[in-house]
């Protein structure tokens, strides 16, 4: 299992732009599926992005499609989320996610308590 350690977060104007990192520690990084999910109070975590293992293909939510872009360095054991074109309603806690089991494509419908790492979480704040 990997360990992910998020950094990045801040508070940023609208249609600012913000790069978000995700640290993995442990073995067999590039055999994970990566993504990252975000939370705002009383709310369910929601699927943000997701990458496949080898980093080729992407998939993203309706709500950020063509303004954050996820991408992957498996030299590195990072995958990175960057988020441009800023909105309020982007403010949220963002979660990376690990999950060796599932495909990128697979990864926005798998349960949360399914996935196999999180992060701690990097707070976003989107002011207006």
């Known amino acids: 299992q990997v360990q992910l350690v998020e950094s990045g977060g801040g508070l940023v104007q609208a249609g600012g732009s913000l790069r978000l990192s995700c640290a993995a520690s442990g073995q067999n990084f590039a055999s994970y599926t990566m993504g990252w999910f975000r939370q705002t109070p009383g709310k369910e975590r929601d699927f943000v992005a997701s990458v496949t293992r080898g980093g080729g293909v992407t998939y993203y939510s309706d709500a950020v499609k063509d303004r954050f872009t996820i991408s992957r360095d498996n030299a590195k054991n990072t995958v990175t989320l960057q988020m441009s074109s800023l909105r309020p309603e982007d403010t949220a806690v963002y979660y990376c996610?690990?999950?060796?089991?599932?495909?990128?494509?697979?990864?926005?419908?798998?349960?949360?308590?399914?996935?196999?790492?999180w992060g701690q979480g990097t707070r976003v704040t989107v002011s207006s």
């Open positions: 996610a690990a999950h060796a089991g599932v495909s990128a494509q697979n990864m926005r419908t798998t349960p949360i308590n399914r996935m196999e790492s």
